[in-house]
Nanobody, 125 residues
Framework: QVQLVESGGGLVQPGGSLRLSCAAS????????IGWFRQAPGKEREGVSC????????YYADSVKGRFTISRDNAKNTVYLQMNSLKPEDTAVYYC??????????????????WGQGTQVTVSS
């Protein structure tokens, strides 16, 4: 059974850091493109970061470049999203998903399958 489970969310003050985890079961993450997405209340789900197979390339939304880092630990079958210098506008539910890749404008949601349940990130003082 294919399953993705996100964890690591929480409440953090502006300027703080969190590391999100996306643990996979039922398949090997290294063989697939993995994306991190987020959805804030009243807004559409948006792509945040993606990592290609064999970690050849990565994508970051302009809003998180220089602050977020995506990585993969194949031994743990887990993809991480290290989030630094967090801002209130980063508040959202964060999801990971398996997909086909991304284009110049980022990942296309319809090309991503097997979504996790999400983890809440709240940035507030």
């Amino acid at each position: 059974q294919v399953q993705l489970v996100e964890s690591g969310g929480g409440l953090v003050q502006p300027g703080g850091s969190l590391r999100l985890s996306c643990a996979a079961s039922g398949f090997t993450l290294d063989y697939y493109v993995i994306g991190w997405f987020r959805q804030a209340p009243g807004k559409e789900r948006e792509g945040v970061s993606c990592i290609s197979t064999s970690d050849v390339s990565t994508y970051y939304a302009d809003s998180v470049k220089g602050r977020f880092t995506i990585s993969r630990d194949n031994a743990k079958n887990t993809v991480y999203l290290q989030m630094n210098s967090l801002k209130p506008e980063d508040t959202a539910v964060y999801y990971c998903a398996v997909g086909k890749g991304w284009g110049p404008r980022g990942p296309i949601l319809s090309e991503y399958d097997y979504w996790g349940q999400g983890t809440q990130v709240t940035v507030s003082s």
